[in-house]
C-alpha cells in the first residue's frame, strides 16, 4: 500500500486564523481525498481532491471554509479557514489503492491531523 | 450522512476472549471495508469485502456480509490487549468510486 504522509500532525489554533494541511504520498495516486473526525465521532468526508480542477465536495461542506488543492498525483493541501472551537477535530487524506500498479479497492489513510480551536 | 450504524458502540473482553461487532447500512454498495483506529490516530485497514463475497478471512479476523440484510460482521478471535482501538465499518455507495460513508464506530478495549 501507499505511504501517506500529513503535515503538521497537530496544531494548537486562534480562532479566526486558517491552517493549511498538507498530504503527501510516495506514489501516484488517481483519487484523493479528505475526511474530518470531530471529537468523539466517526468520519465524515469533507470532498474529493480533483488533479487539475476544482474539488468535489459534499452536502455541508463548501470552497470557501475548506479550499483544497491538488498540483499532481501525490499531493493534496486542505486549509481550514477562518477557525472557530467547532473546527476542532482529527483531519485526515486518504488515497485509493495501488497493488503492483493495479488499481485496487481498498482505501488507505494518512495519520491524521489533530486541530484545536482556542 | 452516515448511513452506517455499529453495535455494539462499546465492547469490553477479557484477553484471549472473541469479540464480535456489527454494522449495518442503509444503501446497495459495491464493497466493505473494516478499519481500526488507535487512540485518534490515522486509521489502518484491516479488511475488505466485496458485496458479491459473504466471508473472508486475514489472521485472527474474519468477516461476513449479508447483502440482503445489508449488514456485516467482524469477529477477532484470542483477542490481544493490542487490539484496543476503534474499530469502524466503511461503505462504498454502488454507483460511487472511492467515496466512503463510515458507521459510528465499536470501541473495544481488551483486558489481559
Known amino acids: 500500500s501507499a505511504v501517506i504522509s500529513q503535515k503538521p500532525s497537530r496544531d494548537i489554533c486562534q480562532r479566526g486564523t486558517s491552517l493549511t494541511i498538507q498530504c503527501q504520498v510516495d506514489?501516484?495516486?488517481?483519487?484523493m481525498f479528505w475526511y474530518r473526525q470531530q471529537p468523539g465521532q466517526s468520519l465524515t468526508l469533507i470532498a474529493t481532491?480533483?488533479?487539475?480542477?476544482?474539488?468535489?465536495?459534499e452536502s455541508g461542506f463548501v470552497i470557501d471554509k475548506f479550499p483544497i488543492s491538488r498540483p499532481n498525483l501525490t499531493f493534496s493541501t486542505l486549509t481550514v479557514s477562518n477557525m472557530s472551537p467547532e473546527d476542532s477535530s482529527i483531519y485526515l487524506c486518504?488515497?485509493?489503492?495501488?497493488?503492483?500498479?493495479?488499481?485496487?479497492?481498498?482505501?488507505?489513510f494518512g495519520p491524521g491531523t489533530r486541530l484545536t480551536v482556542l | 450522512s452516515q448511513q452506517g450504524e455499529e453495535d455494539p458502540q462499546a465492547l469490553s473482553i477479557q484477553e484471549g476472549e472473541n469479540a464480535t461487532m456489527n454494522c449495518s447500512y442503509k444503501t446497495s454498495i459495491n464493497n466493505l471495508q473494516w478499519y481500526r483506529q488507535n487512540s485518534g490516530r490515522g486509521l489502518v485497514h484491516l479488511i475488505l469485502?466485496?458485496?458479491?463475497?459473504r466471508e473472508k478471512h486475514s489472521g485472527r479476523l474474519r468477516v461476513t456480509l449479508d447483502t440482503s440484510k445489508k449488514s456485516s460482521s467482524l469477529l477477532i478471535t484470542a483477542s490481544r490487549a493490542a487490539d484496543t482501538a476503534s474499530y469502524f465499518c466503511a461503505t462504498t455507495p454502488l454507483g460511487n468510486t472511492g467515496k466512503l460513508i463510515f458507521g459510528q464506530g465499536t470501541t473495544l478495549q481488551v483486558k489481559p
Open positions: 486518504s488515497v485509493d489503492g495501488l497493488a503492483g500498479g493495479e488499481l485496487i479497492d481498498e482505501q488507505f
Open positions: 481532491a480533483n488533479q487539475g480542477s476544482e474539488a468535489t465536495y
Open positions: 506514489s501516484q495516486v488517481t483519487m
Open positions: 469485502i466485496r458485496s458479491n463475497e
